[in-house]
Protein backbone atom coordinates (compact mmCIF):
# COMPACT_ATOMS: atom_id res chain seq x y z
CA UNK A 1 0.00 0.00 0.00
CA UNK A 2 1.04 3.57 0.10
CA UNK A 3 1.36 3.98 3.47
CA UNK A 4 3.94 1.05 3.33
CA UNK A 5 5.95 2.15 0.81
CA UNK A 6 5.99 5.90 2.48
CA UNK A 7 6.96 4.13 5.81
CA UNK A 8 9.93 2.15 4.03
CA UNK A 9 11.11 5.70 2.61
CA UNK A 10 11.17 7.13 5.89
CA UNK A 11 13.33 4.13 7.48
CA UNK A 12 15.78 4.62 5.00
CA UNK A 13 16.08 7.95 5.28
CA UNK A 14 16.57 7.11 8.84
CA UNK A 15 19.04 4.85 8.49
CA UNK A 16 20.77 7.33 4.96
CA UNK A 17 21.04 9.85 7.28
CA UNK A 18 23.16 7.50 10.28
CA UNK A 19 25.03 6.66 8.01
CA UNK A 20 25.94 9.92 6.95
CA UNK A 21 23.72 10.55 4.30
CA UNK A 22 22.06 13.71 3.26
CA UNK A 23 18.21 12.75 2.70
CA UNK A 24 16.23 14.62 -0.35
CA UNK A 25 12.52 13.81 -0.87
CA UNK A 26 10.26 14.15 -3.88
CA UNK A 27 6.65 14.46 -2.96
CA UNK A 28 5.20 12.33 -6.40
CA UNK A 29 1.45 13.29 -4.62
CA UNK A 30 -1.57 11.60 -5.38
CA UNK A 31 -4.39 13.46 -6.50
CA UNK A 32 -5.86 14.37 -2.80
CA UNK A 33 -9.28 14.01 -4.49
CA UNK A 34 -8.84 11.20 -6.41
CA UNK A 35 -7.08 8.01 -4.35
CA UNK A 36 -7.60 5.65 -7.27
CA UNK A 37 -5.53 8.16 -9.85
CA UNK A 38 -2.22 9.51 -9.60
CA UNK A 39 0.19 12.32 -9.59
CA UNK A 40 -0.87 12.61 -13.21
CA UNK A 41 -3.65 14.20 -15.02
CA UNK A 42 -3.71 11.82 -17.76
CA UNK A 43 -3.51 7.93 -18.01
CA UNK A 44 -0.90 6.72 -16.42
CA UNK A 45 0.48 2.82 -16.57
CA UNK A 46 -2.07 1.25 -14.71
CA UNK A 47 -3.73 3.94 -13.43
CA UNK A 48 -6.68 5.74 -14.52
CA UNK A 49 -6.57 9.22 -15.49
CA UNK A 50 -6.83 11.70 -12.71
CA UNK A 51 -8.38 14.75 -13.91
CA UNK A 52 -8.00 17.93 -12.92
CA UNK A 53 -7.80 19.85 -9.62
CA UNK A 54 -10.67 21.51 -8.13
CA UNK A 55 -8.10 24.93 -6.67
CA UNK A 56 -10.59 26.83 -5.69
CA UNK A 57 -12.58 24.60 -3.48
CA UNK A 58 -9.47 23.24 -2.46
CA UNK A 59 -8.40 26.41 -1.38
CA UNK A 60 -11.63 27.52 1.02
CA UNK A 61 -11.30 26.15 3.98
CA UNK A 62 -14.82 24.47 4.28
CA UNK A 63 -15.16 22.54 1.67
CA UNK A 64 -14.96 19.40 1.28
CA UNK A 65 -11.87 19.43 -1.63
CA UNK A 66 -10.37 21.54 1.14
CA UNK A 67 -10.96 18.48 3.54
CA UNK A 68 -9.71 15.83 1.55
CA UNK A 69 -6.49 18.13 1.03
CA UNK A 70 -5.70 18.82 5.07
CA UNK A 71 -6.82 15.02 5.69
CA UNK A 72 -3.96 14.31 3.01
CA UNK A 73 -1.45 16.81 4.37
CA UNK A 74 -1.85 15.54 7.92
CA UNK A 75 -1.04 12.33 7.07
CA UNK A 76 2.30 13.18 5.00
CA UNK A 77 2.87 15.77 7.73
CA UNK A 78 3.06 12.45 9.93
CA UNK A 79 5.33 10.84 8.42
CA UNK A 80 7.56 13.87 8.04
CA UNK A 81 7.45 13.89 11.96
CA UNK A 82 9.39 11.36 12.24
CA UNK A 83 11.99 12.70 10.46
CA UNK A 84 11.79 15.65 12.66
CA UNK A 85 11.91 13.84 16.05
CA UNK A 86 14.82 11.51 14.75
CA UNK A 87 16.50 15.37 13.96
CA UNK A 88 16.96 14.20 10.06
CA UNK A 89 16.87 17.44 8.18
CA UNK A 90 15.34 16.82 4.61
CA UNK A 91 15.88 18.77 1.21
CA UNK A 92 12.03 18.62 0.49
CA UNK A 93 10.84 19.00 -2.78
CA UNK A 94 7.13 18.59 -3.09
CA UNK A 95 5.20 20.27 -6.60
CA UNK A 96 8.06 19.13 -8.97
CA UNK A 97 7.82 20.10 -12.55
CA UNK A 98 5.41 22.80 -10.53
CA UNK A 99 5.01 24.18 -13.82
CA UNK A 100 5.13 21.76 -16.76
CA UNK A 101 1.38 20.90 -16.58
CA UNK A 102 1.34 16.77 -16.73
CA UNK A 103 0.81 16.96 -12.57
CA UNK A 104 -2.27 17.77 -10.90
CA UNK A 105 -0.96 21.23 -9.24
CA UNK A 106 -0.13 22.62 -11.98
CA UNK A 107 -2.77 25.62 -12.52
CA UNK A 108 -2.25 26.34 -15.98
CA UNK A 109 -4.42 29.10 -16.38
CA UNK A 110 -4.04 30.50 -12.94
CA UNK A 111 -0.57 29.38 -11.98
CA UNK A 112 -1.16 31.61 -8.70
CA UNK A 113 -3.20 28.55 -7.42
CA UNK A 114 -0.52 26.39 -7.53
CA UNK A 115 1.38 28.98 -5.95
CA UNK A 116 -1.03 29.46 -3.30
CA UNK A 117 -1.56 25.63 -2.58
CA UNK A 118 2.88 25.86 -2.08
CA UNK A 119 2.08 28.29 0.44
CA UNK A 120 -0.98 26.21 2.15
CA UNK A 121 1.28 23.12 2.52
CA UNK A 122 4.01 25.17 3.85
CA UNK A 123 2.08 27.17 6.58
CA UNK A 124 0.78 23.45 7.67
CA UNK A 125 3.91 21.62 7.66
CA UNK A 126 5.90 24.86 9.30
CA UNK A 127 3.78 27.00 11.40
CA UNK A 128 0.88 24.68 12.58
CA UNK A 129 3.13 21.16 12.63
CA UNK A 130 6.22 23.20 13.57
CA UNK A 131 8.15 20.72 10.80
CA UNK A 132 11.74 22.67 10.77
CA UNK A 133 14.10 19.73 9.54
CA UNK A 134 12.54 20.60 5.83
CA UNK A 135 14.51 22.75 3.34
CA UNK A 136 12.26 23.97 1.04
CA UNK A 137 13.33 23.30 -2.43
CA UNK A 138 10.90 25.04 -5.59
CA UNK A 139 10.98 22.82 -9.12
CA UNK A 140 10.86 24.24 -12.63
CA UNK A 141 9.65 21.97 -15.29
CA UNK A 142 12.11 21.62 -18.22
CA UNK A 143 9.49 21.34 -21.06
CA UNK A 144 7.38 24.08 -21.67
CA UNK A 145 3.53 23.85 -22.54
CA UNK A 146 3.12 23.82 -26.47
CA UNK A 147 3.35 27.19 -28.02
CA UNK A 148 5.85 28.69 -25.02
CA UNK A 149 9.83 29.62 -25.62
CA UNK A 150 11.51 27.08 -22.80
CA UNK A 151 12.63 30.35 -21.14
CA UNK A 152 9.01 31.93 -20.78
CA UNK A 153 10.19 33.72 -17.25
CA UNK A 154 7.00 35.97 -16.75
CA UNK A 155 4.92 32.39 -16.30
CA UNK A 156 7.31 30.65 -14.64
CA UNK A 157 7.09 33.79 -12.09
CA UNK A 158 3.53 33.21 -11.56
CA UNK A 159 3.98 29.60 -9.94
CA UNK A 160 6.46 30.98 -7.33
CA UNK A 161 5.18 30.56 -4.27
CA UNK A 162 7.47 33.22 -2.13
CA UNK A 163 11.41 34.11 -1.05
CA UNK A 164 10.06 33.50 2.11
CA UNK A 165 8.33 29.96 1.24
CA UNK A 166 11.44 28.34 -0.60
CA UNK A 167 15.28 27.97 0.80
CA UNK A 168 16.45 26.25 -2.76
CA UNK A 169 15.82 26.67 -6.71
CA UNK A 170 16.10 24.24 -9.46
CA UNK A 171 15.05 23.18 -12.85
CA UNK A 172 15.26 19.83 -14.19
CA UNK A 173 17.57 19.20 -17.57
CA UNK A 174 16.17 15.95 -18.14
CA UNK A 175 18.56 14.50 -21.46
CA UNK A 176 21.12 17.30 -21.08
CA UNK A 177 24.91 16.76 -20.76
CA UNK A 178 26.65 19.53 -18.46
CA UNK A 179 29.86 18.17 -20.18
CA UNK A 180 28.40 18.86 -23.88
CA UNK A 181 25.71 20.81 -23.41
CA UNK A 182 26.99 23.99 -21.32
CA UNK A 183 25.57 26.22 -23.60
CA UNK A 184 21.86 24.52 -22.76
CA UNK A 185 22.82 24.25 -19.53
CA UNK A 186 24.00 28.02 -18.50
CA UNK A 187 20.98 28.60 -20.26
CA UNK A 188 18.21 26.84 -18.11
CA UNK A 189 20.72 27.88 -15.23
CA UNK A 190 19.79 31.86 -16.32
CA UNK A 191 16.38 30.96 -16.59
CA UNK A 192 16.21 30.84 -13.15
CA UNK A 193 17.97 33.19 -12.02
CA UNK A 194 15.56 35.71 -13.06
CA UNK A 195 12.32 33.52 -11.93
CA UNK A 196 14.07 32.56 -8.81
CA UNK A 197 16.77 35.58 -8.24
CA UNK A 198 19.09 35.48 -5.06
CA UNK A 199 18.39 31.71 -4.23
CA UNK A 200 20.73 28.74 -4.25
CA UNK A 201 20.40 27.28 -7.26
CA UNK A 202 20.22 23.15 -8.03
CA UNK A 203 19.90 20.53 -10.95
CA UNK A 204 16.88 18.92 -9.85
CA UNK A 205 16.63 16.13 -11.90
CA UNK A 206 18.74 14.99 -15.03
CA UNK A 207 20.28 12.28 -16.76
Request: aromatic share 12%.
Amino acid sequence: SYNRVVQNSVDRAKAWWLDGGIVAMQLHWIHPSNPNGSAWRGKHGRKEASGPFDFAAALKPGTETHKELMRDLKGHADFLQQLADARVPVLWRPFHEIDGGWFWWTDGERPENTAALWRLMFDYFVKERKLNNLIWVYNAGLKPPKGRDVAQVEVRKRFYPGDEYVDISGIDIDGVDPKTDSTLYNEYWDIMTQVTPGKMLALCEGD
